[in-house]
């Protein structure tokens, strides 16, 4: 994708998160009558701001700096750092003035707001595709210089266990929380002995790195279609063919197949196929073919674009099931809460060192590649990607960190154990030390990002 799609679905993806974490704070703020002041998708930095409307007490507007957002409340001490209530004795609409417990549900309304959208997100993606599952019976493919050919797996092994426990689909062998658990390590089946790998305790860090997970399903060269006139077609080949070597050199997936091709444009090739007659009225796999079919070698030379003419049958078996409302809702929330475990056990490891922080941490470059990368390979991707990144904002936010919603949070808990205000100098000082860290510590990222991209 191109810089401006990249920056197009990057502030797409800020503004959804960032109008339902406000949203969260805007809406308990009302419900317990607090006056807001101000709503802001985008911060307006010396006043500079696309658009404003007044509606009633509350200004909302969208400002200059795609960076964030806030819901100014009357009388609380945040980032804007105003200070013109505090000689002023508590007004009933201001936020210093209601019960510590209303102030609490307000600090965490941001939170929860996309802690919601993304258990939303997940339930419609559920109930509108349903769940797919695909057998461990098919072995793995690993990419060379993969984090998984790294640990020592190869392509042909069948996954058994992960962490000594069954797996029956790829969906569980590759669930997410795996990859943030203490350890890891995986039982396979290879040439008929089953062999136990462990994953490096930084594999997260290896993952993101090489930017692809490394492993999948083996998808076997079966040829769907022949098409006429091409180089292919011309030599003979015929539709439901394996494709089993290539110049000699065995192949098993049809990323290995096209690669060679692709390489070798204007180049003779001597592929090695087996095509079986006996097919009418059974299943095209590519186990089939190797039992029944006939062996053929057959020279043909790739076209200056580097193809010969053929497509791929897709013959990796999945069991696809739809799912009712209820049952949708109960997926969305497992799946949540799995992804809220995960992103808690991977900020833990980031923090005790176990995965390298400027690998495993990304600012607003990683954030607007990720998302033009998921929006170019379709809607259901994309969203998958504002639900993890909704969560890992709700997981940041709630952190005890002056200056986030987790800071306030603490600092009003506080409040409500003395039962005393504390002194309104000392909460300003706490605002301006952690607005002082976060802006150095997002300086940081940002130069990462750059240096890193």
Known sequence: MDVLSTIFFFIVAIFILVTAHELGHFLTAKLFGMRVDKFYIGFDFFDLRLWKKKIGETEYGLGLFPLGGYVKIAGMVDESFDTNFQS????????????????????????????????????????????????????????????????????????????????????????????????????????????????????????NA??????????????????????????????????????????????????????????????????????????????TIRAEGTTFVTTVVPNPSGKIGISLKQTVESEHRKLSLPESIVSGINQTWKMSAMTVQGFVKIFTGQEDFRKSVGGPIKIAKIASQSAEQGPVSFLYFLSMLSISLAIINILPVPALDGGQFVLNAIEGIIHREIPFAVKMRIQQIGMMLLLALFAYILFNDIFNS
């Open 88 to 207: 002023d004795e508590p007004q009933a609409w201001e936020f210093r003035a209601k019960p510590v417990w209303q102030r609490l549900i307000v600090l965490a309304g941001g939170v929860g707001m996309n802690i919601i959208l993304a258990i939303v997100i997940f339930i419609g993606i559920t109930l509108a595709i349903g769940e797919s599952r695909t057998s461990v019976n098919n072995p793995a493919f690993i990419e060379k210089g993969s984090a998984f050919a790294t640990m020592g797996m190869q392509t042909g092994d069948r996954l058994q266990l992960a962490n000594g426990k069954p797996v029956t689909s790829w969906e569980e062998a590759l669930a997410p929380e795996l990859f943030t658990a203490r350890s890891l390590n995986y039982t396979l089946l290879r040439d008929g002995k089953s062999i136990t790998i462990e994953a490096p305790s930084n594999i997260m860090s290896s993952i």
């Open 210 to 287: 090489q930017k692809s997970l490394g492993i999948r399903p083996i998808v076997p060269p079966v040829i769907d279609e022949v098409l006429k006139n091409m180089p292919a077609g011309n030599a003979g080949i015929l539709p439901g063919g394996l494709i089993t070597a290539i110049n000699g050199k065995a192949v098993s997936d049809w990323t290995e197949v096209v690669g060679i091709i692709s390489l070798n444009a204007g180049k003779r090739l001597t592929l090695t196929w087996q095509h079986s007659k006996n097919t009418q009225g059974k299943k095209i796999n590519a186990e």
